[in-house]
Antibody
Framework: QVTLKESGPALVKPTQTLTLTCTFS??????????VSWIRQPPGKALEWLAR???????FYSTSLKTRLTISKDTSKNQVVLTMTNMDPVDTATYYC???????????????WGQGTLVTVSS | QSALTQPASVSGSPGQSITISCTGT?????????VSWYQQHPGKAPKLMIY???KRPSGVSNRFSGSKSGNTASLTISGLQAEDEADYYC??????????FGTGTKVTVL
């Protein structure tokens, strides 16, 4: 059974750095084809893809946010960490992590999601 | 990367079929067969309904189908049911090796 769960602060101040952890089970990020992405959703708004890390440690970032984002993994702990610097009130959103699987038959993109964690940016 | 364009809302009566469009560019929807569709009920995480344009994950009803023509992808829900009322988002791989989501469509069952 695949599960993912996000954790991190519920409240951060403007200019601070946000660190979020995605703890997962039911799969290994050392297995070929496995990927974990971060996605966010401001209240009442659309989803926004942020970043992805693959089983081979390849990393990909949203072009508009790449200067502020860092994604990393700890395979032994089954965790993926996302940091976002210089937080602003417009970054207030529910942050999700999700798994994808790439195979020779295609890419099953974001097939399992965490429950999400709401992060509010306010002084 | 601009968000893919979806209609803000689509409605239909129970039993009817509806189609949600998702328009991008040749750098995303038109350039790759990596379009996915997600269903999101209020307060819940999104759920994968379609991947690789037209493939259904195990457990997803065959009332949901996907297709693509040029820079526009589509999700069709046939035999509309009350439980289908939700927000729907498309997503596509892009030429920048990133992903982009659509603006979202609220489906209402009349």
């Amino acid at each position: 059974q695949v599960t993912l769960k996000e954790s991190g602060p519920a409240l951060v101040k403007p200019t601070q750095t946000l660190t979020l952890t995605c703890t997962f089970s039911g799969f290994s990020l050392s297995t070929s084809g496995m990927r974990v992405s971060w996605i966010r959703q401001p209240p009442g708004k659309a989803l926004e893809w942020l970043a992805r890390i693959d089983w081979d440690d390849d990393k990909f970032y949203s072009t508009s946010l790449k200067t502020r984002l860092t994604i990393s993994k700890d395979t032994s702990k089954n965790q993926v960490v996302l940091t976002m610097t210089n937080m602003d009130p417009v970054d207030t959103a529910t942050y999700y992590c999700a798994r994808s699987t790439s195979t020779i038959f295609g890419v099953v993109n974001l097939d399992y999601w965490g429950q999400g964690t709401l992060v509010t940016v306010s002084s | 990367q601009s968000a893919l364009t979806q209609p803000a809302s689509v409605s239909g009566s129970p039993g009817q079929s509806i189609t949600i469009s998702c328009t991008g560019t040749s750098s995303d929807v038109g350039g790759y067969n990596y379009v996915s569709w997600y269903q999101q009920h209020p307060g819940k995480a999104p759920k994968l309904m379609i991947y690789d344009v037209s493939k259904r994950p195990s457990g997803v009803s065959n009332r949901f189908s996907g297709s693509k023509s040029g820079n526009t992808a589509s999700l069709t829900i046939s035999g509309l049911q009350a439980e289908d009322e939700a927000d729907y988002y498309c997503s596509s791989y892009t030429s920048s090796s990133t992903y982009v989501f659509g603006t979202g469509t609220k489906v209402t069952v009349l």
